[in-house]
């Protein structure tokens, strides 16, 4: 009888779970990565709003991607990445937003807030299969390169 592999590396979070096809997850709480993925997510709600907020264009230019990742979910809590390049390189992102942070503008318009600083971030959660850990870092490195110079969203908005 073999023994049941560990699922999480290092420290279990408290409010993590197991994705279905990943075999391995880990929390990134290195202060580098998460500022990394802040301004992700910045870039990310830069590229919602100028079509949200344009009434000159078609909600259908919404891509729900970034960077080929697919924006794949979440709630008022969390946002969520997945990206399969193959049955090797699948990896998924939860990142799970603080108290108090609201991630649409009060109202009716689905225009999203951005985060106004990585204290916004409770946690993030890193979920793979196969060689995903090393996609997502590879992934990370192109998405800055492709979207860093396109700006960040930076206006919050309360209710």
Excluded at 24 to 52: A, C, H, T
Excluded at 79 to 87: A, P, V
Aim: charged share 30%.
């Amino acid at each position: 009888m073999t023994g049941k592999t560990a699922y999480w590396i290092g420290k279990k979070p408290w409010d993590g779970k197991r994705w279905a096809y990943t075999t391995s997850g880990i929390v990134l709480d290195d202060p580098f990565q998460k500022e990394e993925i802040f301004r992700m997510y910045r870039r990310y709600v830069r590229q919602w709003n100028e079509i949200e907020l344009n009434m000159d264009r078609s909600l259908s230019e919404h891509t729900h991607e970034v960077c080929g990742a697919k924006v794949v979910g979440g709630n008022a809590q969390k946002f969520i990445l997945h990206m399969q390049n193959s049955d090797r390189d699948t990896w998924i992102l939860e990142v799970n937003f603080a108290r108090g942070f609201s991630e649409f503008y009060p109202g009716l318009s689905c225009a999203r807030n951005t985060m106004r600083s990585p204290d916004d971030i409770r946690s993030i959660h890193l979920h793979w299969s196969q060689a995903g850990n090393e996609a997502f870092k590879e992934w990370l490195k192109v998405e800055k390169e492709i979207n860093e110079t396109k700006g960040e969203w930076t206006e919050y908005k309360a209710s």
